[in-house]
């Protein structure tokens, strides 16, 4: 989810002079039906997904880690985990759907907090009430930290814009193909069927 919303409340709100680090983001208390990101230092509230944003995150998920496990590429992640982009102002972003090339896995293996650096592939599905400014924020936001590639899931025309490193747009129509490029070598889908909530089972 996309649309940002800062805290504003006596518990949660950071003074001029205290940003929130990672860690302390790490140890805050859940707040039940609410999830955040960290923003240059400051607390960002991101609104709860519905019930087709939900779908399509879990068909992506649950292609891509089938495809990476035969073919042994890394690793997939939903919705929850969160990258350190950025130390000091600390910068903690969380994909709805990400995916970490073997070679990028720490050898000590997957961290029990935040994943320090960026994901080699990040999606975002974009909400109705989500705005085109906080679309193209989080999109330079993880050009800028080096994400390789992106991809922006838009449920209500049934296309993909899709992000290179080097911050070069391809916009993906319903019959194109939405391939993995060199992060997820193999991997193709008909856009259409990223959107096919009908027939997800």
């Known amino acids: 989810m996309l649309t940002l919303h800062v805290i504003r409340n006596r518990n949660l709100a950071m003074t001029a002079t205290k940003l929130m680090t990672a860690e302390d983001f790490w140890m805050m208390p859940e707040a039940p039906g609410k999830q955040f990101e960290l923003v240059d230092g400051e607390l960002i509230e991101m609104p709860t997904a519905g019930a087709v944003h939900n779908a399509i995150m879990v068909l992506l998920v649950t292609l891509i880690q089938a495809h990476s496990r035969q073919h042994r590429l890394g690793r997939t992640f939903g919705d929850g985990l969160g990258y350190i982009l950025r130390r000091d102002p600390d910068v903690v972003r969380i994909p709805d759907v990400s995916f970490v090339r073997q070679e990028n896995v720490p050898e000590s293996g997957i961290p029990i907090s935040f994943w320090v650096g960026r994901p080699d592939l990040a999606i975002e599905i ?29 449920p209500a025309t049934h296309t993909i814009s899709v992000y290179a490193a080097d911050g070069s747009l391809r916009e993906l129509g319903p019959d194109d193909v939405l391939d993995g490029e060199d992060i997820l070598p193999g991997f193709a889908i008909r856009v259409a069927d990223v959107f096919n909530t009908d027939d997800m089972g």
Do not use: N, Q, T
């Open 126 to 154: 974009v909400s109705p009430h989500d705005r085109a400014s906080a679309v193209r924020a989080k999109v330079r936001a993880y050009i800028e930290f080096g994400v390789p590639l992106v991809w922006i899931c838009w």
